[in-house]
């Protein structure tokens, strides 16, 4: 389980997170999204 850092709503259908994920940072490249399911 991740851990959330931030939370914002920047519209009524849109919030955006700032979640601590280490392993995902690591592998992840610039300009792509996470896509999680809660």
């Known amino acids: 389980m991740y851990k959330i850092l931030e939370k914002e709503a920047l519209n009524p259908t849109v919030t955006k997170m700032v ?20």
Do not use: N
Not at 19 to 30: D, G, N, R, S, T
């Open 19 to 38: 979640i601590e994920a280490p392993l995902v940072a690591h592998k992840a490249q610039p300009g792509q999204f996470i896509i999680f399911r809660a």
